[in-house]
């Protein structure tokens, strides 16, 4: 599977984007979805998640803010960030876990998006 993520730019603090991550490569089980960020000199983090049972979880500086959700009509995930602040600023990354159904066994994958800058500024 291979991962698009779009939707970044640049941002006025306060203010909103849509990140997006589309799916191509093939039919697959969806496990999870996740939203990781990376700012300048520090460690990649996830920021949230969504899994099969359509269960979300946030890292507690986004929690309120943004919203992670699922088109599975459109094998796309989406992470909704409002009232971005500076800290924000990162690039953010896009993962798929899933798994192929190869007959009599399954196999499980992860996949990454290319990540996409968003940075907020005045």
């Known amino acids: 599977v291979q991962l698009q993520a779009s939707g970044g730019g640049l941002v006025q603090p306060g203010g909103s984007l849509r990140l997006s991550c589309a799916a191509s490569?093939?039919?697959?089980?969806?496990?999870?979805l996740n939203w990781y960020r990376q700012a300048p000199g520090k460690q990649r983090e996830m920021i949230a998640s969504?899994?099969?049972?359509?269960?979300?979880s946030y890292l507690g500086s986004v929690k309120g803010r943004f919203t992670i959700s699922r088109d599975s009509a459109k094998n796309t995930g989406y992470l909704q960030m409002n009232s971005l602040n500076s800290g924000d600023t990162a690039v953010y990354y896009c993962?798929?876990?899933?798994?192929?159904?190869?007959?009599?066994?399954?196999?499980?994958?992860?996949?990454w998006g290319q990540g996409t800058q968003v940075t907020v500024s005045s």
């Open positions: 969504f899994d099969e049972g359509g269960g979300r």
């Open positions: 993962n798929v876990v899933g798994s192929y159904d190869r007959g009599t066994y399954s196999q499980d994958f992860r996949s």
């Open positions: 490569g093939g039919i697959f089980t969806f496990h999870a």
